[in-house]
């Protein structure tokens, strides 16, 4: 098997690139909330970050079911560009049925963000912490509508391959919301400190600013605004179902995933608000490097997708090669960059003259050791992913995720962290073990339905 070009490395970083960044505003998001949150202290941070975690598990099952709208506008696109077809009908058809979808699933899901907030205190959480997760959630629930519509128009412009607006659409996000967080979270003025709701409330305006904006530079596009259409009533009913058919098997994959790492919060918070709040800022540590490989995924994805369409396995083998490399690249500089400087990675988070944030940064330089290894295989499992989505095998990995996470992952957490007595480091090695067995299972399939194309 020949190795990758640089011409392959290149194509790939190009797609990847815009959408690693996109998504690395997604955390910024959540990761400035968490840094203003634990100026708020430790009991908040623990309170907040259920509840970030908790929005997250809807909100990255709500991304997956319209995950696929990229890799079916890709594919229709190849397809129309190699027969010399129209294919802008098709097109724009998708973009009803992914806005459809999105529309339905920030309803649902804001629904059951919040009916999740009322078990907390019987799912073991301390009262005062329930109490913080539940008012920030309130908060946040609005926000998944746009942020969901947001997506959705992501996955058109990264199928048609034009997703440079998103950056400087990133940045503008970033700088919303540190400043809304500040007026809302901390008030200015007359204006009233609200504190964790404040700062929930600024995440959902920021989510709608974003896809504002979005949707206003698909309109000044001249490729992209031709087949731009918010009419989601005239989506066809066939191709609603056909992209609902290959997001549900992403959602469960995404939500296994987001449901693994949100039963491990429940764990951690077991042992209390100081472990809690350690394991809030490292898992947020573990996120960015997860976006970053969210865009490698994505892009080899859709690269994948349009080279099937024309017959071009070959490139969709060395395709793999060139997507784990970039991740593993990355996922290196990262982890010298928390062993190096562990203490200052984790005071952006925590105060360590504050004697609860003393304990807290204790556990979490702890946590971080294991998490710069954990996050190799975080990405290699999520470009696996991505990997045999280009190939629209969507249910592979969700079977896998079954045993990765919840038949090998959880025992071992609950094993080393409770009947071993490692603690918050044995819960951390559990989702090591979950995260490398998906991984391998992932990976292998791929492989064999590549052989299985090539026979």
């Given at each position: 098997?020949?190795?990758p070009?640089?011409?392959?490395h290149?194509?790939?970083?190009?797609?990847?690139?815009?959408i690693?960044?996109?998504q690395?505003?997604?955390?910024?998001?959540?990761t400035?909330?968490?840094?203003?949150?634990?100026?708020?202290?430790?009991?908040?941070?623990?309170?907040?970050?259920?509840?970030?975690?908790l929005?997250?598990?809807?909100r990255?099952?709500?991304?997956?079911?319209?995950t696929?709208?990229?890799?079916?506008?890709a594919?229709?696109?190849?397809?129309?560009e190699?027969?010399g077809?129209?294919h802008s009908?098709?097109?724009?058809d998708?973009v009803r049925?992914?806005?459809?979808?999105?529309?339905?699933?920030?309803?649902?899901?804001?629904?059951?963000?919040?009916?999740?907030?009322?078990?907390?205190?019987r799912l073991?959480?301390?009262a005062e912490v329930a109490?913080l997760?539940r008012?920030?959630?309130a908060?946040?629930a609005?926000?998944l509508?746009?942020?969901l519509?947001?997506q959705?128009?992501?996955?058109?412009?990264?199928?048609?391959?034009?997703?440079?607006?998103l950056?400087?659409?990133?940045?503008?996000?970033?700088v919303?919301?540190?400043?809304?967080n500040?007026?809302?979270?901390?008030?200015?003025?007359?204006?009233p400190?609200?504190?964790?709701?404040?700062?929930?409330?600024?995440?959902?305006?920021?989510?709608?600013?974003?896809?504002?904006?979005?949707?206003?530079v698909?309109r000044?596009?001249e490729?992209?605004?031709?087949m731009?259409?918010?009419?989601?009533?005239?989506?066809p009913?066939?191709?609603?179902?056909r992209?609902?058919?290959?997001?549900?098997?992403?959602?469960?994959?995404?939500?296994?995933?987001?449901?693994?790492?949100?039963?491990?919060?429940?764990?951690m918070g077991?042992?209390?608000a100081?472990?809690l709040?350690?394991?809030?800022?490292?898992?947020?540590?573990?996120y960015?490097?997860?976006?970053?490989?969210?865009?490698?995924?994505h892009g080899?994805?859709?690269?994948?997708?349009?080279?099937?369409?024309?017959?071009q396995?070959?490139v969709a083998?060395r395709?793999?090669?060139?997507?784990?490399l970039?991740?593993a690249?990355?996922a290196?500089?990262?982890?010298?960059f928390?062993?190096?400087?562990?203490?200052?990675v984790?005071?952006?988070?925590?105060d360590q003259?504050?004697?609860?944030?003393?304990?807290?940064?204790?556990?979490a330089?702890q946590?971080?050791?294991?998490?710069?290894?954990?996050?190799f295989?975080?990405?290699?499992?999520?470009?696996?992913?991505?990997?045999?989505?280009?190939?629209?095998?969507?249910?592979?990995?969700?079977?896998a995720?079954?045993?990765?996470?919840?038949?090998?992952?959880?025992?071992?957490?609950l094993l080393?962290?409770?009947?071993?007595?490692?603690g918050?480091?044995?819960?951390?090695?559990?989702?090591l073990?979950?995260?490398?067995?998906t991984?391998?299972?992932?990976?292998?399939r791929?492989?064999r339905?590549?052989a299985?194309?090539?026979?």
């Amino acid at each position: 098997m020949t190795r990758p070009s640089l011409t392959e490395h290149r194509a790939l970083a190009v797609l990847a690139a815009p959408i690693a960044v996109t998504q690395l505003a997604q955390v910024a998001l959540t990761t400035t909330d968490t840094i203003m949150i634990g100026m708020l202290g430790a009991q908040a941070l623990a309170g907040g970050g259920l509840a970030i975690v908790l929005f997250n598990q809807l909100r990255t099952m709500g991304v997956g079911l319209v995950t696929a709208a990229g890799n079916q506008v890709a594919a229709a696109v190849a397809r129309g560009e190699q027969n010399g077809a129209d294919h802008s009908d098709e097109v724009r058809d998708l973009v009803r049925s992914a806005l459809l979808v999105a529309t339905a699933a920030g309803l649902v899901g804001a629904v059951l963000m919040m009916a999740i907030g009322q078990t907390l205190t019987r799912l073991g959480q301390d009262a005062e912490v329930a109490g913080l997760a539940r008012m920030m959630l309130a908060a946040l629930a609005p926000g998944l509508l746009p942020c969901l519509w947001f997506q959705a128009l992501r996955q058109y412009t990264v199928g048609m391959r034009r997703p440079r607006a998103l950056v400087w659409i990133t940045v503008v996000s970033i700088v919303a919301n540190v400043s809304l967080n500040a007026v809302l979270g901390f008030g200015l003025g007359p204006l009233p400190r609200l504190g964790l709701v404040g700062i929930g409330a600024a995440t959902s305006l920021v989510y709608l600013l974003s896809f504002v904006l979005l949707y206003l530079v698909i309109r000044r596009d001249e490729v992209l605004a031709p087949m731009m259409s918010l009419s989601i009533w005239r989506a066809p009913g066939p191709t609603t179902h056909r992209l609902l058919r290959l997001g549900v098997p992403i959602a469960a994959t995404y939500g296994s995933e987001a449901g693994f790492f949100s039963v491990v919060a429940l764990i951690m918070g077991s042992f209390g608000a100081e472990v809690l709040a350690a394991h809030t800022v490292v898992n947020q540590l573990v996120y960015v490097v997860f976006q970053v490989s969210i865009g490698i995924s994505h892009g080899s994805s859709i690269l994948v997708s349009r080279e099937m369409a024309t017959d071009q396995s070959g490139v969709a083998t060395r395709m793999a090669r060139t997507a784990l490399l970039q991740g593993a690249v990355v996922a290196a500089l990262i982890a010298v960059f928390y062993l190096a400087v562990p203490g200052l990675v984790l005071g952006a988070f925590l105060d360590q003259g504050d004697p609860n944030d003393a304990a807290a940064i204790d556990v979490a330089t702890q946590l971080l050791v294991v998490a710069a290894v954990l996050q190799f295989a975080d990405s290699a499992q999520n470009i696996g992913v991505g990997l045999l989505r280009g190939l629209d095998d969507t249910k592979a990995g969700f079977r896998a995720t079954l045993i990765g996470y919840w038949a090998i992952g959880l025992p071992v957490a609950l094993l080393l962290g409770r009947l071993a007595g490692l603690g918050p480091v044995g819960v951390w090695l559990g989702l090591l073990s979950g995260l490398t067995t998906t991984a391998l299972l992932l990976l292998r399939r791929y492989a064999r339905a590549l052989a299985a194309v090539n026979r």
